[in-house]
């Protein structure tokens, strides 16, 4: 069964991984000299904090690399399990927030600015 999984490293950071065996893939993580990702290798011990599966490898696959553009916060929301929170901690979502308050306030955001969108 194919899952998309989000590990806690030594140094506090995240890894976003996706796997057949998630048993087998946190040994590797954990223990194997070889076998790990290399980011994880550096960052022992490694804790699965959370996981999900899927019907499809292709959708694991998928999530993991949504989830690897995330946000600290939009992670660690996922991992409480705030899922409702999820669409508010988008990038975007901050974005758009950002630009409508500037509207409402009447002050354009200027280049280098929280808001500012180069738009062709």
Partial sequence: MPYTYL???SDDSYYAGSTWDLEVRLWQHNESPDLGA???????????VWSA???????????EKRIQGWSR???E????????ALPDLSRRAAVQRRAATS????????????GFEARA
């Avoid at 599966?53 to 999530?63: K, P, Q």
């Fill in 103 to 114: 509207e409402a306030t009447g002050s354009a955001p200027t280049p280098g600015s929280p």
């Fill in 38 to 48: 290399a980011y994880t290798r550096r960052r022992r011990p490694v804790e699965l």
């Fill in 73 to 75: 916060r939009k992670r």
């Fill in 53 to 63: 599966w899927f019907d499809s490898v292709e959708e694991a696959y998928l999530f």
């Fill in 77 to 84: 929301a996922l991992i409480r399990g705030e899922y409702d």
């Fill in 7 to 9: 590990l806690r490293c």
